[in-house]
């Protein structure tokens, strides 16, 4: 077991990476391990309002690489970190990188032919297996681990007894074009409820109203941090969220189970690591299933009810601070013996 973490790179109160950080910082200080932050560059707004220090965390100059000698280096989806890792290699013990994607930056392939990266670290396994042939054909010392993440649920507080005056749905993502299926307003205009509909989608710009259209006027759009995005898991009852990407583990699926929301999503990659379909929310294969199961959502609100809950049991028993520690505990001792 290891003593010490070097993170290259800073948790922040937005984005999947950094926020994936800062989740697994709370697992890690939780088994005794002291965290060290090496920021790649000033810290913004939102990185400065976590307060790392404050929460035990040492926090380095930015790219104090000399701070790393000797230690076991991790890194975040940090592009700096990837360009910078032939001078981090010199003095780290070790040095691991999470990709949170499910394809290969083209400096993750760079650093991985020269070998400068000792361990691949992946949340699950379908996003590996999507990158592992391209990256053996690289370099074949490709060593793997496999770790399945914390989720801080306690920072999103369960919601029940929402206004059901009216079925309120929403959808949480980046401002990104690919995380838009082109039919998603589509879905929305055609399911159907037993009350009026209110939609609220955070992360929407002007770009991807050119691919899906213009939303009514009974659908509210922001772009991505205007609102917090808990009070729109306070205001609605699922979320309903088409893609054209292949996500890897979607925070936002962690966030609206450990909310309340019940989650309406694609049946492919990560959405299926985390949703039992029709047992804690719906897995659909095209945009005719999404407006069923949507559909069906708002005419039945006990079984959504039912379905909410066991998401929440479902998030606790599988994505909780016990069984994380478990999972860290095994690859911190593979790290300990390098």
């Known amino acids: ?162 206004d059901t005056a009216r079925f309120r749905f929403g959808r949480v993502s980046r401002e990104d074009c690919d995380k838009f299926h082109r039919s998603q307003l589509w879905v929305y205009e055609t399911m159907v409820a037993p009350v009026l509909k209110e939609g609220h989608v955070l992360g929407m710009n002007d770009e991807i109203r050119k691919k899906c259209g213009k939303e009514p006027n009974w659908i509210t759009c922001h772009r991505a941090g205007a609102v917090p995005v808990k009070d729109v898991y306070r205001r609605i009852e699922c979320v309903i969220q088409m893609s054209d990407t292949y996500e890897n583990l979607p925070r936002v699926g962690f966030e609206a189970m450990a909310s309340g929301c019940l989650l309406i999503v694609d049946n492919r990659g990560g959405w299926k690591e985390l949703v039992q379909h029709k047992q804690t929310g719906f897995l659909c294969d095209d945009e005719r299933e999404f407006v069923y199961f949507a559909s069906r959502a708002a005419f039945e609100p006990e079984e959504r009810r039912q379905m909410t809950l066991a998401a929440r049991r479902w998030l606790d028993e599988h994505w909780g601070l016990e069984s994380a520690k478990r999972e860290w505990t095994s690859f911190f001792e593979v790290l300990a013996k390098h």
């Open 1 to 162: 077991m290891i003593k010490n973490l070097y993170v290259v790179g800073y948790p922040s109160r937005v984005g999947g990476a950094d926020t994936e950080l800062d989740h697994q910082i709370h697992c890690w200080q939780a088994l005794g391990v002291e965290v060290h932050l090496v920021p790649t560059g000033p810290l913004d707004a939102n990185s400065l309002a976590m307060r790392m220090d404050r929460r035990g965390c040492v926090v380095h100059p930015p790219c104090d690489w000399n701070a790393c000698r000797g230690q076991h280096v991790i890194s975040y989806c940090n592009g700096e970190f990837l360009s910078s890792l032939e001078q981090i290699k010199r003095v780290a013990r070790t040095t691991t990188f999470v990709n949170c994607m499910c394809w290969l930056f083209e400096k993750e392939k760079q650093a991985h032919a020269r070998g400068w990266i000792d361990y691949f670290l992946y949340q699950t396994d379908h996003a590996r297996l999507r990158v592992q042939d391209e990256l053996l054909r690289i370099n074949s010392a490709f060593r793997w681990q496999h770790v399945r993440p914390y989720f801080h649920a306690a920072e999103f507080p369960f919601f029940s007894g929402r």
